[in-house]
């Protein structure tokens, strides 16, 4: 192992963090999840680079954090919004896992937030909180002797505007994007310019650059463009670091490349297809580089706290005695009584998970071989679960044996997740010894819904990485699903459909059904692969240590391009002073190439002759 010597300190922007069991995180969707276990792995991979690591995670302070349990810090960063300036205050955390966490806090800002609700819903309110927590998270970044700047998502993408040029020219900003379908597009107000001076930014200078997007504001953008005009990369979750496949390859197409691709599929014109970068050409023209996120060894069964006995008795203790996590006595009492871990090698205990999970669902022990299949998620547009209701009864009538258990809520406000909910609710009371449907969210049920379940359905319009299909694969529980983004890693020990054409929804259920009837085909009369199946996924290697070991040369090499742009600028300000006299001759006819004959070197060239 090489001897740590350089020192690297890094600030991390992002709006969740997870790490929702302590109080003091939150947790929306994969965005948490990652935020919360990638800075310990980035340490750990940093070490075996010869790099002492240093992590700081910036995040708002959302109303519901005990700050009492936090270190406020003698700190006031300036913020001005509609030119009003205001104070944030600042506080900080450190977790027992030695990673550092930096609040930044405004009641009028933040006092509306709760557990479950941290994005506003109007684009304006919104569009404002990012700019004032940005203005924020850079003023103490400029005074936090950072070496890098790494980016998560939109919400943070206003930073490096306020970090300036003069830091931009000296630390690298780097931007990863977890879904690209939200890019922050406000709508203007007043026009470009005027939108843009009422966050604190220069609208005239700012707007047509990088901002504008059809008339609207939009973030991700302008941070794209930042970001790589600064020499920092933009990765997204899924794929390699060309982005020859997942997420960092579809961003890439535009709508003509997957209409083509979704009339091959079918063999006819497809009524409407779904594009990942929503129309943001920039995508096509950057480099996107796709680091594919892990999951840590906690989620493996032989780890999984959920299923052990200590831990739900902690929880239960938490719930009181009139709330049991457990709604069936006899599964309540045996999940308490002693550990149900299991791994590749003990798949006797998750056959009686499977058997606790039918108990728990359908209130009797389980007769002959049941298939459970199973769903966890939320009823929202993305993981298009409404999919699953379309498929139901076709899958009852065709094994008579296969068993519905599904665990999915909307979103208060989603009419479509609502409706979905209803239909639901009506399959599990048309069949209540075949569908079992839960609208409550339960986190020790969620595990031992994946856990004693045979297969997993996974019908998500687009994944940008994809972490259930992880979580399922790791317990041994086969996902069946669409072959969309990031959920191709799991394809060699999964069914996947391929289907582009959303507006045939009869078409898409037809190809999601027949994935499942294979899997029920190989279960009832093959299972001898579906066994070879379930040991693969089990064997899936998860772990963050190629991934962060990525991003860690990612760091390095951000700090090799600032050397290269330092050096380029030396090139020209070399070569002006050997031009004297004749500057003015050379600027007349100096005229560099555009498009495909560009050169970026003449380009910044000719903006120092300016």
Known sequence: MPKTSKKMRVAMPAWEIGRTGSGLGTKIGGLGVVVEELPPELVKAAAKQGIDLEIETLSPCFAHYDKSRLTKLDLRLPVTIEAYTFNFEVYEHVFPDGQKVVYFWDEWQLSWTNANAIYPSDPQMAIKLFAAVGQAMAGYIKQGNFHTVHLHDYHVGLVPFYLGDDFLREVPVHLTIHNATYQGITPLIGGGYSSLD??????????????????????????MLKV????????TVSGDIAGTWGYAAELKENHAAVWARAYAQKGS??????????????????????????????????????????????????????????????????????????????????????????????????????????????????????????????TLAYDGGTKFILLASAPEGDAGGKATEANFFRLAALYPQRVYFNNTFNQPLSKLILA??????????????????????????????????????????????????????????????????????????NHAHHDYLVRTAMAINSSWDASAAQYVEMYRYGLLTKKWQKSRRQLIDKFLSQLNTEQELFAEFFIPGRQEYTDRLDWELKEALS
């Not at 790589?228 to 990765?235: A, C, F, L, P, V």
């Not at 940008?464 to 317990?475: F, I, K, N, Q, T």
């Not at 582009?500 to 027949?514: H, V, Y």
Request: aromatic share 8%.
């Open 228 to 235: 790589h005009e600064t020499g920092g990369k933009i990765t």
């Open 269 to 394: 014109p497809p009524g409407e297809v779904f594009v990942p970068n929503r129309h943001l050409d920039l995508f096509e023209k950057l480099p996107i580089a796709g680091i594919t996120n892990g999951m840590s060894d906690i989620n493996r069964p032989e780890n999984l706290p959920e299923l052990k006995a200590e831990t739900l008795a902690q929880m239960q203790a938490r719930r009181g005695p009139h709330n049991p996590i457990f709604k069936n006595p006899t599964v309540q009492t045996e999940m308490l009584a002693r550990d149900h871990n299991f791994d590749a090698n003990n798949l006797a205990m998750k056959a009686e998970l499977k058997r606790l999970l039918h108990l728990e669902t359908f209130g009797v022990e389980p007769i002959w071989d049941p298939i459970l299949i199973t769903a966890v998620g939320r009823l929202v547009e993305q993981k298009n679960l409404g999919l699953v209701a379309d498929i139901i009864e076709r």
């Open 198 to 223: 009422r966050l604190n930014l220069p609208g005239e200078k700012l707007f047509h650059k990088y901002f504008d997007f059809f008339d609207n504001l939009n973030v991700m953008k302008a941070c």
């Open 452 to 525: 004693g379940g045979d297969f997993t359905l996974i019908p998500s319009r687009f994944e940008p990485c994809g972490l259930v299909d992880y979580e399922a694969s790791l317990v041994g529980n086969v996902v069946i699903g669409r072959a969309i983004g990031g959920l191709v890693k799991v394809r060699h020990c999964a069914y996947l459909y391929d289907w582009l054409d959303i507006s045939d929804r009869p078409g898409e259920a037809n190809a999601f059904f027949w994935q499942i009837k294979a899997a029920i085909d190989n279960y009832r009369s």
